[in-house]
């Protein structure tokens, strides 16, 4: 490890001694947590994001049970069977199936010091998300047996995107929290993986 750390000049040894570059180790940890933003490598966040929804999910009352788990990761298609979307992940609770979107963004240390064109970005991708995420859900509301699964009687669908982190999003249009602390954005529920593990937690 040292001689790694001395090849990255983040290690100098200096007699019996080692003086560790604080400025070049601490840039070497931040590089460490980048992530790719394209290929095989981002492609690979992206379903381990989903994965970690779910997993998340299932330790709480919102588990779904039963035929609803082959909703999970199903590829929906239309009446002519081009595909709509695929269901990253599922929750249910009374009476309603989540249908989730799960959206591994990367919010960046500008984000998190709260820079403007930093959170700008992230609202513009957290309200673009749901609008979308809103259009599959009134296809699939319209022809729900395109789920697969006979669903529960009386059950309602309704859409959630999950973000690694607590998204930003214009105040007029996250006004309505009908759900638990759920951010309602264009008809969609918008959350943190955390928010969302909070809500179904106090269920």
């Given amino acids: 490890m040292i001689t790694l750390l001395a090849r990255e000049q983040v290690v ?34 992206g379903s381990s994001f989903e994965a970690a929804v ?19 990761g199903k590829k929906v298609k239309d009446e002519n069977g081009n595909v709509i979307t695929d269901i990253d992940a599922v929750a249910f609770h009374a009476g309603t199936l989540w249908l989730i979107s799960a959206k591994a963004f990367q919010a960046g240390p500008d984000y998190a010091v709260g820079a403007y064109n930093a ?8 309200v673009a998300a749901s609008e979308q995420w809103n259009g599959y859900l009134e296809r699939i509301r319209r022809r ?14 309704e859409g959630l995107v ?27 529920h918008v959350s943190s993986i955390h928010e969302l593990i909070a809500v179904a937690l106090r269920a």
């Fill in 12 to 45: 100098l040894p200096v007699g019996r001694y080692f003086v560790v570059y604080l400025t070049a180790a601490s840039s070497l940890l931040m590089h460490s947590f980048e992530r790719a933003r394209e290929g095989a490598a981002a492609n690979e966040w």
């Fill in 54 to 72: 779910q997993a998340a999910i299932d330790t709480t009352p919102w588990k779904p049970t039963g035929a609803l788990r082959s909703v999970i």
């Fill in 119 to 126: 959170v700008k970005r992230i609202a513009r991708k957290a």
């Fill in 144 to 157: 729900p047996s395109a789920l697969g699964v006979d669903l529960p009687d009386g059950c309602t669908l």
């Fill in 162 to 188: 999950v973000m690694p982190f607590v998204p930003y999003v214009p105040v007029d249009s996250s006004a309505a929290q009908p759900v638990g602390a759920l951010c309602h954005v264009s008809s969609i």
